[in-house]
């Protein structure tokens, strides 16, 4: 996971207690000489901790899975062969996820058709997309993994 992947609002996990959604970005330090290292400031349960972002820090990105998209709001419909989850609460636009055995896509539908954003794998990359196109951050509602 690269620094240049977050924006502040992004869920990660953290290594306080493996396996469950501890933090919330809320600074991210980038004054660091090493130009691959970063900290980053995060919520952990209504408290503030600080974990420089490098190979050793043990903050991972969050794998996009069916569960994590309900617990952000995405209700599952049906796909041709694949399992597909939708979330409409932004004006009209209507975000996809596909799950496909390639891979996980990304799109938005529109009355006359769909637009393929991009492919993914993590869930701050669903939030940025989310947050570009709407300007509204995707929560998870449950922080238990």
């Known amino acids: 996971m690269k ?3 977050l924006m502040i609002g992004d869920y990660i996990l953290t290594p306080l207690q493996k396996g469950t959604i501890t933090g919330n970005i809320k600074e991210i330090d ?3 000489d090493a130009s691959d290292v ?3 400031t995060c919520d952990v349960g209504g408290y503030c901790a600080e ?3 490098d190979d050793n820090s043990g903050v991972k990105p969050i794998h996009i899975t069916e569960e994590i998209l ?3 709001g995405f209700e599952r419909t049906q796909g041709n062969g694949y399992a597909s989850y939708e979330i409409n609460p932004y004006d009209g636009h209507i975000i996809v996820v596909a799950f496909y055995d390639s891979g996980i896509d990304v799109f938005i539908r529109f009355i006359c058709g769909k637009c393929h954003l991009r492919s ?3 869930f701050h990359e669903l939030q940025n997309i989310i947050r570009v196109i709407t ?3 995707l929560m998870i509602k449950d922080n238990e993994q």
Request: no cysteine; charged share 25%; hydrophobic share 40%.
């Open 51 to 53: 974990f420089m972002l």
């Open 30 to 32: 980038t004054s660091f």
């Open 3 to 5: 620094a240049s992947e």
């Open 120 to 122: 993914i794998k993590y």
């Open 135 to 137: 300007g509204k951050e």
């Open 38 to 40: 970063f900290q980053i």
């Open 70 to 72: 309900q617990k952000s």
